[in-house]
T-cell receptor
Framework: DAGITQSPRHKVTETGTPVTLRCHQTENHRYMYWYRQDPGHGLRLIHYSYGVKDTDKGEVSDGYSVSRSKTEDFLLTLESATSSQTSVYFC???????????????FGSGTRLTVV | GQQLNQSPQSMFIQEGEDVSMNCTSSSIFNTWLWYKQDPGEGPVLLIALYKAGELTSNGRLTAQFGITRKDSFLNISASIPSDVGIYFCAGQLGTGNQFYFGTGTSLTVIP
């Protein structure tokens, strides 16, 4: 009943390798987001999507790319992973519009990525 | 990016005590949200606030949208062990669907 799932949950990769994280939703929500969470920084937006093939950059987009070919899937790619990209990555979805259950975000459970 | 300052950064309280935390910004926000994050999980929405001065409750939680629209407050009454976690505020600028998050307040409840 998750509505939003992230895969993998954990990953260790080597510096310089490409990495792709997947976010899958079953809510048919228009908006999808990728955040990273680091101690002392809270949650920072990497990229977001407002529809199929429609994406835009967030405040920490350098080194990341995204793709959304279907409503339900939003992929985050680290083209060449660096140690500074070690973090916990969260996907979120939103239906947009006001109202407690439409607004704000529903978050996935996160992907813990370690770049060694 | 926008800076949302949450305070305190961490709190250690006895079970049964009330808790207050706040979130401030130099920018004016149109919407404030409060989230709670349990260890190993994503944040979960607790309360949403849509206009200045608004006071909204969700069980033992009460949040307020500051009059200046630059701050918000969250209170938890009669804390219990399951209140442990990190609490985040999030604010929306303009009418876009993007929210900016605070750095979080870590709450520990001592039984």
């Amino acid at each position: 009943d998750a509505g939003i799932t992230q895969s993998p949950r954990h990953k260790v990769t080597e510096t310089g390798t490409p990495v792709t994280l997947r976010c899958h939703q079953t809510e048919n929500h228009r908006y999808m987001y990728w955040y990273r969470q680091d101690p002392g920084h809270g949650l920072r937006l990497i990229h977001y999507s407002y529809g199929v093939k429609d994406t835009d950059k967030g405040e920490v987009s350098d080194g990341y790319s995204v793709s959304r070919s279907k409503t339900e899937d939003f992929l985050l790619t680290l083209e060449s992973a660096t140690s500074s990209q070690t973090s916990v990555y969260f996907c979120a979805i939103s239906g947009g519009g006001r109202g407690f259950f439409n607004y704000g975000y529903t978050f996935g459970s996160g992907t813990r990525l370690t770049v060694v | 990016g926008q800076q949302l300052n949450q305070s305190p950064q961490s709190m250690f309280i006895q079970e049964g005590e009330d808790v207050s935390m706040n979130c401030t910004s130099s920018s004016i926000f149109n919407t404030w949200l409060w989230y709670k994050q349990d260890p190993g999980e994503g944040p979960v929405l607790l309360i949403a606030l849509y206009k200045a001065g608004e006071l909204t409750s969700n069980g033992r939680l009460t949040a307020q949208f500051g009059i200046t629209r630059k701050d918000s407050f969250l209170n938890i009454s009669a804390s219990i062990p399951s209140d442990v976690g990190i609490y985040f505020c999030a604010g929306q600028l303009g009418t876009g669907n993007q929210f900016y998050f605070g750095t979080g307040t870590s709450l520990t409840v001592i039984p």
